[in-house]
């Protein structure tokens, strides 16, 4: 059957091989999907979840109980006084947005210390010029550079000591750069640091992929604010879009007044039937975190084993769930990502070749054949074409097919030597 599929006896030889190695990584990651399971039941049963909350709302949405309920439910899972959890929210990339105007008024400053944010941000600011930025309305903004995969303590304080900031941005997870994702522990370091010099600045983290890989969430650790998508971790490959925004009460009221509009915010939004899905794909997510930590685990020791640089290693700990593979040349990249992609469930006839994508300078080569339009918690790889041909391979709904997959493009890699 794995001859059928594509699968050379090469590929699946070294596969198995290697996943023999991973027993320990394996059980790290179970006893992790083990505590955020707890976590999830416990905030159900909390807010004692019954079949009258997959009830859904149409028009302004009012008294949305499952709606108020899924918030209370999310808040108590991240450890937040409070979060917005709303199909209103296109993607991860449109909640971002939303808080940050919701946060920064004219003259107000941001202050990103993560290097440049991730790339749908940039029109937002005004990195990239567009008539309706941050910047078109007078929000300043600049960006301190990590340094050695680690926050520039210094020159953050300084630049706090002479500037009033009003948001500083963190952003966890890599994007297409080669930097450290950052764990929850470097996010406490840094925000001691802040909170000795400015009591006052928001403290906003983009928390996207990184949603349980670790048992502690930045809001644990004293940010004010965090965000994330539900086409990502949360969503468990079952929340059909949205994200949420969670934190500290105000700032989350804050967040619905922008998303809706002042005076209604958070009392309106219906919720169009999404209710069990996005409870549903919450009760997942534990699982399907750990199987897209797991398919990561086996990438980056088969792909180290074959020769190839891979970041993060098998046995290094992770704070989110991209694996970076270098190929160091197009070809190899390219067959990975077809490999990927024909190991898809959907769109698996298609051939995944460099193109040229709006907001990108290089040509990008993309596999994704995900149920949901742009979920990366299903398994995808991408990467920009260009030196050193890195692929950033994540999510896996089930590690089976995650396992298959990774098959089937190690075979491609081997069949086009
Ligand atoms: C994916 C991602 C986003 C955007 O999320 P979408 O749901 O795709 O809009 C923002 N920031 C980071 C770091 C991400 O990885």
Redo the contacts with the bound molecule.
Sequence with gaps: MYNEFGINNKAKEIVLKEEENLKEEFKKIDELCDINSLKVLNAFNKNNITEAHFNSTTGYGYDDMGRDAIERVFADVLGAEDALVRSQFI????A?CVALFAYLRPNDVMLSITGTP?D?LHEVIGIKENKSSLKSFGVKYDEIDLKDNDFDYDEIKKYLKNNKVKLIEI???K?YSTRKSIEVDKVEKVIKEIRSVDKEVIIMV?N??CEFVEDKTPLEVGADIIVG?L??NLGGGIAPNG?YIAGKKELVDLAGERLTLPGEGREVGPSLGINKSILQGLFFAPLVVASSLKTAVLTSKVLEKLGYEVDPKYNEKRADIVQNIVFGNEKDLVNYCGGIQSASPVDSASKPIPWDMPGYTDKIVMASGSFTQ?S?IELSCDGPVRKPYIAYQQGSLTYSYGKIAVMKAVSNLINSD
């Design positions: 993607s991860g990339s449109h971002l991730y749908t952003q966890r997870s994007g983009d996207c992929y998508s086409i990502k994200a742009g990366s």
